[in-house]
């Protein structure tokens, strides 16, 4: 089983909402740099928000800024899973969206937030907003 699955993309129209979730396996759960990322067609991952297993709250980019009250990311431990909760969505949100981890929790603040830094992704989900 891949280390990381992610699940709950779709297509919404204009203002609708999903909750991705994300999968952890073989890892220890307990202190995960746990990463979202979004991929559109001909451009890069873009880092939607970062969060910390063990604590600590989340971290939304500047440019996410605009999508922080739209965006929430929350997590069940039982589980070991991370859900993006993603509210009245656009169609530029439209996307193919990753989750992915690193072990390393002292590099867990916005300060670190980049996709190099993330060594274990998952296959991805997509989303897709129609007007």
């Known amino acids: 089983q891949p280390p990381l699955i992610e699940s709950g993309g779709g297509s919404v129209q204009t203002g609708g909402s999903l909750r991705l979730s994300c999968v952890i396996s073989?890892?220890?759960?307990?202190?995960?740099?746990m990463g979202w990322f979004r991929q559109t067609p001909g451009s890069g991952r873009e880092g939607v928000a970062q969060f910390l297993t063990g604590g600590g709250g989340t971290f939304y980019p500047a440019s996410m800024k605009d999508r922080k009250d739209r965006f929430t990311v929350s997590h069940d431990r039982a589980k070991k899973t991370v859900y993006l909760q993603m509210d009245n969505l656009t169609p530029d949100d439209t996307a193919l969206y990753f989750c992915?981890?690193?072990?390393?929790?002292?590099?867990?603040?916005?300060?670190?937030?980049?996709?190099?830094?993330?060594?274990?992704w998952g296959p991805g989900t997509r989303v897709t907003v129609s007007s």
């Open positions: 992915a981890a690193h072990g390393a929790p002292e590099y867990c603040s916005g300060d670190y937030f980049r996709e190099g830094l993330f060594g274990v």
């Open positions: 073989g890892y220890d759960y307990h202190n995960l740099c």
